[in-house]
């Protein structure tokens, strides 16, 4: 062992990419970075998608993903250049020096093996424990992370497990061998807030406990400041700012980290309702064909021109499924829905042509969302031609206009899903929305798989727009910082049923309902100290129930 366990110089990581129509080429996608991580410690690399923040972690084990090869510069572990090592030796340092945690925990294990067979596998490979030895180690990561029934919860499937004890098990999974280092590759951004809260308070803990070093992974600052005791801050494959923690959330020196820091701030007043509503949704009932139990329960909300209602949960709270019986996609059992004065027919085949157009959705996953063989043109234009009849010019006009008002302007058009970046393609996905001209938007997750500064300009795009078309959205998401930057109203769900509800400001004021208080005290915060904060109360909590 040395005083710094993992040596990174000069590292250098290209790629070969195949752009459509033209010959491969190689491209740099990290420039040279530089660190050191000495044992015991946690680094946090933050930015946005496309920063190199995973391909550097999974350089910290010499491998490159995808194409990507390490192409220069020298990543030491315990005083040894891995770049330079055999095959073998490589073999002999994952999953015995180095582990890994991914962030879907979910893709990751195989659903044909028991949870416990998985855990202790590198372990008993690498023959730093007998299979009994890794057996009653497991167990013991088991109730160091906070798993129920521990000695037992080995012997179950992936399936069988919440998406969050499942993440927990993975954790399990790479300390289970005794590593000197832990790549912890986005472990909570899958996560519901509530669910996040207790992995990362799991992850600190167990990091404390068996004193191994970690990379941790996120573009999420709040996240990476209660686990981290330094930071380095990248931006297309390039070290932006390095320093402690506290430097960084308080005092970043770059204009990048300060963005980072400041992000979603935006300064949005509550609006007041108008006296009709453009939704109403009144006792809605829902199952799903084939079963006997409603996944919504008596749910009733409004929505009026020109605002947004955010409605919150945890998964399985029955978000998306309100959005599915609002849009047709699901007949609710009981209930009606009334719609711009008129009620809306329960299934989505029987409704008009002009209930289609007016009530329109935008998709979590932009990339599944869109047509990967038809340009930009093309994938807006669909809905101007199928609802007003636009062609030729008219319709290129109106293209081109919508292009301007989702800020991509001249040179969209001709380009594919594939040319375009996250942000870009969520914008294409909002511009296809506005070309039917709705009364009314659905918005479903829309910034949850994008990083935050490219959400932030999502969200203030959003905005924009609602000033301009008077266009209604009802916005579904986990995320409070989302719903503290946008709601005028909000609904708070909780296993089907709408547990808070009413304009943000007295959502968000006190007194709370148990889950509404645990939903907003699981929010991470921009401060040092925060996760220890929760886990205090919890436990004083806890102590005088």
């Not at 250098?12 to 459509?20: E, L, M």
């Not at 084990?61 to 095959?87: H, K, P």
């Not at 070093?213 to 709040?222: E, N, W």
């Not at 084939?290 to 947004?308: A, C, M, R, W, Y």
């Amino acid at each position: 062992m040395t005083d710094v366990l993992l040596k990174v110089r000069g590292l250098k990581i290209g790629a070969t990419i195949y752009p459509p129509g033209e010959k491969s080429r190689e491209i740099e996608i990290v420039h040279g970075v530089d660190f050191d991580l000495a044992p015991g410690k946690v680094l946090g690399l933050i930015g946005e998608s496309g920063a190199g923040k995973s391909t550097i972690g999974l350089a910290s084990m010499a491998y490159g993903r995808g194409g990507v090869e390490i192409t220069g510069g020298t990543v030491e572990v315990n005083g040894r250049d891995i770049l330079s090592s055999g095959l073998r030796d490589v073999r002999r340092l994952r999953g015995a020096e180095v582990t890994y945690v991914s962030q879907s925990a979910a893709a990751s294990f195989n659903p044909a093996k028991q949870i416990m067979e998985q855990v202790t596998e590198a372990a008993i490979f690498q023959n730093k424990f007998s299979k009994k030895e890794a057996e009653e180690r497991a167990v013991e990561l088991f109730r160091k992370l906070g798993l129920p029934d521990p000695e037992n919860i080995g012997s179950r499937y992936p399936h069988q497990v919440s998406g969050g004890q499942l993440q927990r098990c993975m954790t399990a999974l790479a300390l289970c061998p005794q590593p000197d280092l832990v790549v912890f590759d986005e472990p909570t951004t899958a996560l519901d807030v509530t669910t996040q809260i207790d992995v990362l308070a799991a992850i600190k803990e167990a990091i404390h406990d068996t004193g191994v070093a970690a990379l941790y992974i996120t573009h999420d600052l709040a996240v990476v400041a209660q686990v981290s005791d330094h930071i380095m801050v990248l931006q297309q494959g390039a070290m932006v700012e390095y320093g402690t923690t506290d430097q960084i959330i308080n005092a970043p020196k770059e204009e990048y980290t300060k963005a980072l820091v400041s992000v979603r701030s935006i300064d949005h007043e509550e609006k007041q309702p108008t006296d009709t509503p453009v939704l109403k949704v009144e006792n809605i009932t829902a199952r799903y064909k084939g079963t006997d139990f409603d996944v919504l329960k008596n749910i009733s909300v409004e929505l009026h021109p020109g605002q947004t209602l955010a409605v919150v949960g945890e998964s399985g709270s029955g978000k998306s499924t309100l959005a599915r019986v609002i849009t047709g996609l699901l007949p609710p059992s009981q209930g009606k829905i009334t719609f711009d004065g008129r009620e809306l027919t329960p299934d989505l085949p029987t409704r008009p042509l002009e209930d289609l157009r007016e009530l329109q959705m935008i998709y979590q996953m932009a990339d599944t969302a869109m047509n990967p063989r038809q340009t930009v043109g093309t994938i807006i234009g669909r809905p101007l031609e199928f609802y007003f009849g636009l062609k030729g010019a008219e319709k290129q006009k109106r293209i081109q206009e919508l292009l301007d008002e989702i800020e991509l302007g001249d040179g969209f058009q001709d380009r594919y899903p594939a040319e375009l970046s996250g942000g870009q393609k969520q914008r294409v996905c909002i511009a296809r929305a506005l070309a039917a001209k709705p009364k009314l938007i659905i918005c479903d997750e829309v910034t949850s798989a994008l990083d935050p500064l490219v959400a932030d300009g999502i969200l203030k795009l959003l905005l924009n727009l609602q000033k301009i078309e008077d266009v209604a959205y009802l916005f579904i998401t986990h995320d409070l910082a989302t719903v503290r930057a946008i709601a005028d109203s909000i609904a708070v769900m909780f296993q089907g049923e709408v547990v808070r509800y009413g304009p943000k400001s007295q959502v968000l004021s006190p007194p709370f309902d148990d889950y509404t208080d645990l939903l907003l005290s699981s929010v991470p915060e921009m401060k040092l100290g925060w996760l220890e904060d929760v886990i205090a109360n919890r436990k004083m909590e806890s102590a005088g129930n």
